[in-house]
C-alpha cells in the first residue's frame, strides 16, 4: 500500500516522494522496487550517524526516492536506537520538506517504534487486511494514535464475489 501510495503521488504531483522503509524487522520495500537488500538505509542513519542524502536510493520514476530500512542485526539493543527516530525527522524536516514523505512502518501492537512514529508523522493511513484483521484490532489502533492524524482506513486483500452476476457471464461478448 504505501509502495503504491508513493508511486501515485510521483507519478500524478510535480514534486519528489521519499518513500521511508520503517519496518526494520520485515523490510520489504527494497524488494517491491527491485534492490537487493544490501542497501543502506534508517537503521544505519540511526545507528551510525551515516548521512541521510547518501542513504537515498533513486528509482526509475524521475520524482521518487527510498530510504531502505538498512542492515538490521537481531541485537535487541540495536531495536533501542529507534526511539531516535525524532532525529531522523528533524533530519527530513530540514532537508526534505519540499518532499512528499510516505513511511511503511510495522503494525503497531507489533513493535513500539510504531508508537514513536504515529507522534511524529502529520497523517496516518491504518492498512487492514480482510479475513485477518479483527476488528477490536483496529479499534485498539485507533485509541493509539491521535485520531485528528487519520487520513483514512485501507481495507487490503478483499475479494470481490461476482456471483450475482453470473447470469451477465453469458453475455461476456456484448458488455466487453
Known amino acids: 500500500i504505501s509502495a503504491n501510495l508513493a508511486v501515485s503521488l510521483a507519478l500524478d504531483y510535480d514534486r519528489k516522494v521519499l518513500l521511508i522503509d520503517a519496518d526494520v524487522r520485515r523490510a520489504a520495500i527494497h524488494n517491491i522496487f527491485g534492490l537487493n537488500g544490501s542497501e543502506?538505509?534508517?537503521?544505519?542513519?540511526?545507528?551510525?550517524?551515516?548521512?541521510?542524502?547518501?542513504?537515498?536510493?533513486?528509482?526509475?520514476?524521475?520524482?521518487?526516492?527510498?530510504?531502505?530500512?538498512?542492515?538490521?542485526?537481531?541485537?535487541?539493543?540495536?531495536?533501542?536506537?529507534?526511539?531516535?527516530?525524532?532525529?531522523?525527522?528533524?533530519?527530513?524536516?530540514?532537508?526534505?520538506?519540499?518532499?512528499?514523505?510516505?513511511?511503511?512502518?510495522?503494525?503497531?501492537?507489533?513493535?513500539?517504534?510504531?508508537?514513536?512514529?504515529a507522534r511524529l508523522v502529520d497523517r496516518i493511513v491504518i492498512v487492514m487486511k480482510a479475513g485477518v484483521t479483527k476488528k477490536e484490532y483496529i479499534e485498539e489502533t485507533i485509541e493509539l494514535v491521535d485520531k485528528g492524524k487519520i487520513a483514512g482506513i485501507v481495507f487490503n486483500w478483499h475479494e470481490n464475489r461476482m456471483s450475482k452476476y453470473k447470469k451477465y457471464a453469458k453475455k461476456r461478448e456484448y458488455y466487453s
Open 40 to 117: 543502506k538505509g534508517v537503521c544505519n542513519f540511526l545507528n551510525e550517524r551515516v548521512p541521510l542524502a547518501s542513504l537515498l536510493v533513486r528509482t526509475s520514476l524521475k520524482n521518487l526516492f527510498i530510504l531502505p530500512a538498512g542492515h538490521m542485526t537481531h541485537d535487541p539493543a540495536q531495536l533501542q536506537s529507534l526511539e531516535k527516530l525524532p532525529k531522523l525527522f528533524e533530519e527530513l524536516s530540514a532537508n526534505f520538506g519540499e518532499y512528499f514523505i510516505v513511511i511503511d512502518s510495522p503494525p503497531p501492537k507489533l513493535a513500539a517504534e510504531t508508537g514513536v512514529l
